[in-house]
């Protein structure tokens, strides 16, 4: 994001309303809003996803890859009114994305379109929604292209939605495509252009007859939650057109139905339209104040995203709840830790523009909030808050192994990895114990991919990135007993320690275990953490490379010289005896065994039972996913070397919405054919 410097004041007026834009992959969301800032007049010319000109998508690794890969945000005027559109990714590897956004969000255009593969993401898209009471419409793209009626898109389209879809339009046709549309609240006509505003004309019969059909349709579902209205249709009384514009406006603010427009974004129609019905029926920033400050009255402002920009550095992307926000203001970052702006800007697309103020509903960035974190409140005063994260947390499902090519610069990637982390919560860094690798985990392949350009781009990183390593370890079928002994002599004091061990197995996740039988002072007491110590040590790697885990060690007799006897001596003579006794002990490879719940849609379960079976995995059962009409959760227990790109061959059968969360539940023998590809690929050899 560049950071220009000329000043911008926040125009004067009623408080801005902000509207998420979102909606499946592809769906034409980013077009939606250039044909909006089109209409508004915030451009001069409509752009071309395609050209990639776009006010959206303006990142390098957006124009690289042809999709969304973070929010872009742009406000534009419209007869009056104050709009701030926020566009977020439609691809599942990047809806932390719309998490935060719609954190400040008055109302969400939903835009969908005619392809029944894309129902199981809009519903992921819808489900995000209603779990967080935002109110939303529908905006049904690409009707130019449609080759179904309307109402049966709608019936392809309505379970997805946990409330009614309702048509607020129904299309004019004209050689099977659709020329323009009916306004069923207004019952009035309009003929589409090109790229403009559409215009009014006189409905014919036909028009008439479907357009009373349909109005009716949607009065009838109005009046599931109107008496009066429902009292007014059983009698044949028409309604007064105020009653049905303000059960329209308080049912969709209620979250009791989702209103449904149509057109084409690519072409501009349909967009006049929405904009009068965003102007009349959005709600005002005071709903989600009240929503999110719990009905306290309070200024505070909303973190919905955070950035690092390469020469502005940290901006805290924040929706004003009320006041008015200053550049040099402290603010209390939940209410407690003060913090103070230092720069105060508004966001158009890739662009910042400095401001001195912004007030009540405006979306702005400030500079350098260190403390503050996406999905924090940032108030005015100290008070008492609680952190709200509406957000579910979304757990990663895909890791690779990173690193810098360069020992000198491990310092700047932990810096960079710490700054995606914050821009974007679903980014996880982690550090694996066994293993020594660093680990960068997020939602699939892309996400990954994106992260990895930013490092090498944004922070100009050359990085290393691999399959993780798995955890394996391995322990003993039998036991033996041995002698170690350490004896040197290179003049002066020599070293000499010697011990007798036996070592047994334990039963599967018992650990390691040291013991002591030692009497008669045969080795002194003094010496025997050290032998303990060797024994530790060397457990660490055994026969097959690996760590050793379920054994119990004993140290039952030894000797001691009184000059040459030493700790290290006697560590050393543990050693010993654990590298020389393993290999008697029938070393075998265990693996990690996890348990996997895997979210899919019901008509896909049967390809997903076949993938995890055909990854080793044990089946345990599957039941329908609570509160997901269509879906099912599959559990099963799976080698954690299958699990691994697991999500790739998931989301390839499930049309890009499969997800699995998954915990580590036990260690198992691993024999055969497939130990001896384990060993390979770890550059391994059998003992």
Known sequence: MAISTHGKESSAGAAPRCIALVGPFGSGKTSLLEALLARTGKVVRQGSVTDGNTVGDGAPEARAHGMSVEVNIADADYLGDRFVFVDCPGSVEFLSEMDGALSGADLAIVVAEDDERKVPALQLILKALEARAIPRVLFLNKIDRSTRRVRDVLSLLQPASAVPLVLRQIPIWEEGLARGFIDLALERAHVYHEKEPSTQIDMSDDDRLREHEARFTMLEHLADHDDDLMEALLEDIAPDRDMVFADLVSEMQDGLICPVFFGSAEHGNGVSRLLKALRHEVP?????????????????????????????????????????????????????????????????????????????????????????????????????????????????????????????????????????????PSLSVSQNQTTGETLLSGQGEMHLRVAQERLAGKYGLDISAQTPHVPYAETIRSGTKLRGRHKKQSGGHGQFGDVVLEIAPLPRGEGLQFTDTITGGVVPKQYIPSVREGVMEALGQGPLGFPVVDIAVCLTDGSYHSVDSSDQAFKMAGILAIREGLPECKPVLL?????????????????????????????????????????????????????????????????????????????AELSGRAAEVALQRSGKQAA
């Open 591 to 667: 693996e990690p065994i996890h348990k996997v719940v895997v979210a899919c849609p019901s008509d896909t379960t049967a390809k997903v039972n076949a993938i995890v079976s055909a990854r080793r995995g044990q089946l345990l059962g599957f039941d329908a996913r609570p509160g997901w009409p269509g879906w099912d959760e599959i559990q099963a227990l799976m080698p954690e070397a299958e699990i691994g790109d697991l999500i790739v061959e998931l989301r390839s059968a499930t049309a890009g919405v499969a997800s699995y969360v998954s915990e580590f539940d036990h260690m």
């Open 284 to 424: 005002g920033v005071d709903l989600l104040s009240r929503r999110i400050l719990d009905k306290q009255k309070r200024s505070a402002l909303q973190v919905v995203k955070t950035l690092h920009t390469q020469h502005g550095g940290k901006l805290s992307i924040a929706r004003v709840l009320d006041g008015v926000v200053s550049d040099g203001d402290s603010l209390f970052v939940n209410g407690d830790t003060e913090t103070r702006v230092s720069g105060l800007f508004s966001v158009f697309g890739q662009h910042a523009s400095k401001l001195s103020t912004a007030g009540k509903g405006e979306l702005v960035a400030l500079g350098r909030l260190d403390e503050a974190q996406t999905g924090d409140l940032l108030c005015f005063e100290p008070c008492q808050v609680s952190r709200r994260s509406e957000a579910e947390l979304r757990l990663p499902v895909l890791a690779t192994a990173i690193a810098a090519a360069q020992r000198k610069d491990e310092v700047r990637l932990s810096a960079a990895l710490a700054k995606l982390g914050e821009e974007d």
